[in-house]
């Protein structure tokens, strides 16, 4: 027999009330993963401490159940709260255990050795994402490849003192990495065995990748991949070509609604997907499930087939669509969630959706710690938690103004948009204007696009002319969706700013909480009157804030702006594009991976002429967004070109009006106030003149502020540097390759700079910004703003600072302050 106090509050078993008995164990061990794997040599001894006390919560617990009859009430309330405690404590005791054991055999010591010292080793890797690659390499010339691998052997380079065959890490143990390599004719697919030649670099402690490596040549096949993987790569590959041969955006986005493959998706369609809040719809997760899932059980049970067998048919199919699609955190997410319920169901006990969200989290958490700090993990839980805590009782609600369809319809994008946001804040400090309206209008055609493209996915390598309808079929509502991510990204202030980092996360928490309190109080009492009050002020504080960059757009942003300022560095991803100016000249080095960014960048400070545009090598992350400038600079100055196409740039900025200039040492020129000297490379010398070792780095003195742009120079280029001649303290330094490790702190320390600019891209893969780029900055007294954490940064001469140090007024986008 049940009794009423054997729950708290909230958390007993009625019809109508919320399971939270597992959501906060779920918490706790999301909490100290999150925590432990950053610190990952405490982890054994803060579970222990954690798990004593579970164990001690729990006795106590128990005496407090004996002698609650004498106890009364009190001692019935405080039993399930100990024990809810101690099942807290013990989930993040798992969690400290899990990453206690983990992280040593992640990054064994003869892996660690070499990647210290950035040492050359042959390794062996299994492939275990599909690989992405790019029209250029960040790092040098030529196609490149990234994807995610497990290293199981490693050895000595071909050319050196080999000890023999390749000696395993450690058996029966592997290490995750992120591989960056040269294109091949045939480049590797999931599951294959590959062997290469290049550096090792550990990543920081939390990453879910132990190490990178930077292959020196093309990735060389060892083993395919087992069979079980090789279906899959080539339902995938024969699908994504099939897609390639239609029409339009539509093309590139099918890939990704239907099997989460979004290689094919050019950067432009992406970004418009993330500006209009739709860029979940590329990631498989809980909707792609349900909808299999729903299809494979209703066949099941009109051949009449007995719950044994529709459970054995269920997960059968989950796992093969699992391997379809990619284990991707997301897709891991969901088909466990779909696991537990499908377990639940066949033992006569239907699961609900909160529990078994919570287990599926909780159960994940402890054999992966390090989704603990996975975007998509965190944004396929939160938007389903949204879904399940937050869609009905905002039905409900808005039915009081609306019809209950529509509220039903508009209650589900807001309610996972309200979920997520606090992390896509954390992300992209911005607030999508059009996000519900897209995701009204774009997702009913999705589950068209999922289901016609799946069937057309399996029927291809079967029967081609049955599935060439079907993927015209699914690229009906995929054209679609592309078509309003486009036109919605392309409306007026279709994103707005908004503060970044922990401050932007605790704010947009807040109005959260302040839009949900303003819905559910009810009723005329005093405290509900102080709820709606308080709760409309801030909503209201946001309403015309938005209002605000909506009819301002980039000018509202640009008016916070310090008038005079002299450099800005824009926030376009992993590259550089950085403008200085003097009143209405205006120069800038580097123009970025893409062009988009950049474009918005320009109209934000609005800039529509360069006087000055100077581009450092050729590499796609330094002049990938030239479109955005083509036609609009009147001089360039270039590096020596590596290659014809090197050569063509040259051409296309010359045919489009620009004075085109190789330049090197020695050149100087002025841009208004301001003057200019190139400092590197050294003009007829054999060594360090093209890639990065030949970054041409310019010099800018006047108007309050001297500054100095490294391109993406090594250390040897930055010794050679400091051999060519004194270059003396500097205000700005515009850190060489977006932090990298491969600095000379010698160098800094001659520079002496107030400021140090990092232009990189969140979670480059790269470990960009390095920690020791960054005590090497420390160290010289150079404060750090970088454009992943800060945004956009802007630096104008500011007053008041010591006779030995110039004054700079430093503003960013993310968080303002003056230095």
Known sequence: MSRAGTYPEGMNRGRDSVDLRLVLPATACWLAAGL???MPAEAARVAGLVGAAAVLLTVWAFVTGRRARSAGVLGERVRPVLGSVAVCCAAAALAGLSVAVQAPVRLPESIRAVAAEHGEASVVLTVWSAPAQSSRSAIGGGVQLRFRATLTAIGDPPGQASTGEAVPARAGLSVPVVVFAPASAANPAIGDEIRMTGTLTATEPGD?????????????????APWWLAWANAVRQGFATASAELPGDGAGLLPGLAIGDTTAVDDGLDQAMKTSSLSHLTAVSGANCAVVLAI??????ALGLGRVWRLVCGLVVLAGFVVLVTPEPSVVRAATMATIVLLSGSLGRPGRGLPALAMASLCLLIIDPWLARNYGFALSVLATLGLLALAGPLSRRLTRWLPAPVATVLSIPIAAQLACQPVLVMLSPTLPVYGVPANLLAAPAAPVATVAGLVACLVLPWAPVLATPLVWLAWLPATWIAAVATTSAGLPASSLPWPGGPLGMVLIVA??????ALLAARGPGRVTILVRMASGALVCVVAGWAIGGVVGGGLGRAAVFPTDWQIAACDI????AVL??????????DVGPDPAPLQVCLNTLGIDRLDLLILTHYDLDHIGGLAAVIGRVDTALVGRPENSQDAALHDRLAAEGADVRETARGDTGTLGALTWEILWPIRGSPLMQTGNPGSVSVLFDGGGIRSLFLGDLDEQAQEGLMAAGRIGAVDVVKVAHHGSRDQSAALYAELEASVGVVSVGADN???HPTKSVLDILGAAGTTVVRTDEDGMVVVAPGTGAPAARRALLVWTEKVTGAG
Not at 573 to 576: R, S
Request: aromatic share 4%; hydrophobic share 55%; net charge negative.
């Open 208 to 224: 879910a990748a132990s190490a990178l490596v930077f292959g020196r040549a093309p990735p060389e096949p060892v083993h395919a």
């Open 765 to 767: 893969g790269y470990g």
């Open 36 to 38: 432990l794997v950053a």
């Open 296 to 301: 494979v059980l209703v066949a099941a049970a």
């Open 573 to 576: 991803g992993q590259g550089d």
């Open 580 to 589: 200085v100016r003097d009143g209405d000249q205006v120069a800038l080095v």
């Open 511 to 516: 109005c959260t909480l302040a839009v949900l």
